[in-house]
């Protein structure tokens, strides 16, 4: 932890910070109060962020949401409540959830259920044990259970 930065420094090294990935305004937050800034500093700091549009809550949403969709195959729901951890609008939420396409989002959830289907299968019979733990999946990647119901109103 670094004493007393400047406020300059503290704008340079929030800057650096911000340029080299999308961040919201509470994990820079978070990082000028692991620098040490003090929390007066911090807030000018943080407005010259988003005026200067290093944080836009909108754009790292988007980016936030898009990133855990397509590469660690979420749901709407982790990626709602990841969002709100981070401190997000929940109007923000809403138009960043409904921007996901719809076609694509179930063809994601069926190739995810479908295979975590066939993994269960291979180990177990019961169709009820089946069904729970497809279902205990599903709400751990924070897909909808309606999605789980097609994947048996399929077969």
């Not at 650096?16 to 305004?25: F, G, L, Q, T, V």
């Not at 939420?93 to 269960?120: D, G, H, M, Q, R």
Request: hydrophobic content about 40%; some cysteine; overall charge positive.
């Amino acid at each position: 932890m670094q004493a007393n930065i400047s406020y300059e420094k503290a704008i340079l090294q929030a800057e650096s910070y911000c340029a080299r990935s999308e961040k919201c305004i509470s994990e820079v937050e978070q990082k000028l109060h692991d620098w040490g800034i003090e929390p007066s500093i911090s807030e000018k700091v943080i407005s010259h962020l988003v005026e200067h549009k290093f944080i836009d809550s909108k754009r790292f949403a988007q980016a936030f949401a898009n990133d855990k969709f397509r590469f660690n195959k979420w749901g709407k729901n982790k990626i709602k409540m990841a969002l709100i951890q981070k401190k997000i609008s929940n109007e923000l939420i809403s138009c960043v959830l409904n921007e996901i396409p719809e076609n694509e989002y179930n063809a994601i959830v069926s190739t995810v259920l479908n295979a975590k289907l066939a993994e269960i299968k291979r180990k177990e019979i019961d169709l009820y044990k089946i069904k729970s733990k497809l279902f205990y999946f599903a709400a751990s990647r924070g897909f909808e259970t309606v999605h789980v119901n097609n994947i048996f109103s399929n077969e």
